[in-house]
């Protein structure tokens, strides 16, 4: 499965960004999907997640009402929209899916900077 992410860029604090997520390959095999974020200095931690099948999402709770997570499943496509952004928003955002083997990829991750 290769995964690639787009959409990000530079955004004044609260602003909006949509960031993509294009799979392609076993996309057949994907169980879910995911997005997650490093920040400079900090471990890479999990913002949202959606099962591939029925749609059920997860947020960190840092993220809760301002992004939302969805996906195209005929376009291999997920997505987050991300609203109200804070500084503390500022990270590299990664795409990750899990496939039914077990096994997981990643994105080469998309920078998304909030400026005060």
């Known amino acids: 499965v290769q995964l690639v992410e787009s959409g990000g860029g530079l955004v004044q604090a609260g602003g909006s960004l949509r960031l993509s997520c294009a799979a392609s390959?076993?996309?057949?095999?994907?169980?879910?999907m995911a997005w997650y974020r490093q920040a400079p200095g900090k471990g890479r931690e999990p913002v949202a997640s959606?099962?591939?099948?029925?749609?059920?999402?997860n947020y960190a709770d840092s993220v809760k009402g301002r992004f939302t997570i969805s996906r195209d499943n005929a376009k291999n496509t997920m997505y987050l929209q991300m609203n109200s952004l804070k500084p503390e928003d500022t990270a590299v955002y990664y795409c990750?899916?899990?496939?039914?083997?077990?096994?997981?990829?990643w994105g080469q991750g998309t920078q998304v900077t909030v400026s005060s």
């Open positions: 990750n899916a899990w496939l039914a083997t077990g096994a997981s990829y």
């Open positions: 959606i099962t591939y099948g029925a749609g059920i999402t």
């Open positions: 390959g076993r996309t057949f095999s994907i169980n879910s």
